[in-house]
């Protein structure tokens, strides 16, 4: 992670157009080599005294806002912020820059920072996935925006994991759901890997699910239908076999009425003991 935010880093630098400025004189009590304060406060950073880099990287932007350093400075900002896991504050700065500095030539890269500030905060497959969405949103809006650039190369690697993320999702909800025999519930979920997410891990194990559903709720067309979808693009999987085995054998249809048996046995049990319970 260090070195990709240090590749991060780098990436800005380098687009960064360098333009030689007439030098603007201050109040005594101001500096007025916005270079050198520039050159200072990179260094503060560099040396892990994020504090002491940030105010000296916000005096330049407040004094020197018409020159270059002024919004390379503000650009700095939000990365420090987003290099500390400052990720509110950091948003907040790349607000300001794009409101003062739309034509800067580094717009591309604020947008591409919004996108990770909002990457770095996606959760696990079993947590909400707003920020996974939000940062999808972002990432396709670099691409189709900027599609020659750096950032570009990266939205598209980071748009295929942010997919397995959100088809992970819909997988663990689709469990879920099954475990509790809602096969309609988890039928739905499961059509969404199929549908948005095709081309993630998780679309093999899908078809399966959706094979396994449609021979508990007796559709055996449908579900033969599937295996023979997942056969032909994944006949070595294990998934395969497992959903070939559901329909090419009896066992499973056996299985399936000694569940149907034992879970109204259990549910009968729990009747009759809260029946006699005293409330």
């Given at each position: 992670?260090?070195?990709?935010?240090?590749?991060?880093l780098?990436l800005?630098i380098?687009?960064?157009?360098?333009?030689?400025?007439?030098?603007?004189v201050?109040?005594?009590?101001?500096?007025?080599?916005?270079?050198?304060?520039?050159?200072?406060?990179?260094?503060?950073?560099?040396?892990?005294?994020?504090?002491?880099?940030?105010?000296l990287?916000?005096?330049?932007?407040?004094?020197?806002?018409?020159?270059s350093?002024?919004?390379?400075?503000?650009?700095?900002?939000?990365?420090?912020y987003?290099?500390?896991?400052k990720?509110?504050?950091?948003?907040?700065?790349?607000?300001?820059?794009?409101?003062f500095?739309?034509?800067h030539?580094?717009y591309?890269?604020?947008?591409?920072l919004?996108?990770?500030?909002?990457?770095?905060?996606?959760?696990?497959a079993?947590?909400?996935?707003?920020?996974s969405?939000?940062a999808?949103?972002?990432?396709?809006?670099?691409?189709?925006?900027?599609?020659?650039?750096?950032?570009?190369q990266?939205?598209?690697?980071?748009?295929?994991?942010?997919n397995?993320?959100?088809?992970?999702?819909?997988m663990?909800?689709?469990?879920?759901?099954?475990?509790?025999?809602?096969?309609?519930?988890?039928?739905?979920?499961l059509?969404?890997?199929?549908?948005?997410?095709?081309?993630?891990i998780?679309i093999?194990?899908a078809?399966?699910?959706?094979?396994?559903?449609?021979?508990?709720?007796?559709?055996i067309?449908?579900?033969?239908?599937?295996?023979?979808?997942?056969?032909?693009?994944?006949?070595?999987?294990?998934?395969?076999?497992?959903?070939?085995n559901?329909?090419?054998?009896?066992?499973?249809?056996?299985?399936?009425?000694?569940?149907?048996?034992s879970s109204?046995?259990?549910?009968?049990?729990?009747?009759?003991?809260?029946?006699?319970?005293?409330?």
């Amino acid at each position: 992670m260090k070195l990709f935010k240090f590749v991060v880093l780098i990436l800005f630098i380098f687009t960064f157009s360098c333009t030689s400025e007439k030098q603007i004189v201050f109040n005594e009590e101001k500096i007025s080599d916005p270079k050198k304060m520039y050159i200072d406060a990179f260094s503060l950073y560099q040396s892990g005294k994020y504090n002491e880099a940030l105010d000296l990287f916000e005096k330049i932007e407040l004094n020197f806002s018409h020159l270059s350093y002024g919004p390379k400075s503000l650009l700095m900002i939000s990365y420090i912020y987003y290099d500390r896991g400052k990720f509110l504050e950091s948003l907040q700065s790349i607000k300001r820059f794009k409101k003062f500095y739309p034509n800067h030539v580094n717009y591309d890269y604020a947008e591409y920072l919004i996108a990770l500030n909002l990457y770095d905060q996606i959760n696990d497959a079993s947590r909400d996935q707003r920020n996974s969405k939000l940062a999808l949103t972002q990432f396709k809006k670099i691409i189709k925006k900027y599609p020659n650039t750096d950032y570009a190369q990266d939205a598209k690697y980071k748009v295929d994991l942010i997919n397995e993320q959100l088809a992970g999702k819909e997988m663990y909800i689709a469990r879920y759901y099954m475990d509790r025999f809602k096969w309609m519930a988890a039928l739905i979920r499961l059509n969404n890997i199929v549908t948005k997410y095709s081309k993630t891990i998780f679309i093999d194990e899908a078809l399966h699910r959706i094979v396994e559903i449609n021979y508990r709720i007796g559709n055996i067309p449908e579900a033969k239908k599937y295996a023979s979808i997942l056969g032909y693009n994944s006949n070595d999987s294990d998934w395969y076999k497992k959903s070939y085995n559901i329909v090419s054998e009896n066992k499973f249809i056996d299985k399936i009425k000694k569940e149907k048996k034992s879970s109204r046995y259990v549910n009968l049990k729990k009747k009759i003991k809260n029946f006699f319970l005293v409330k």
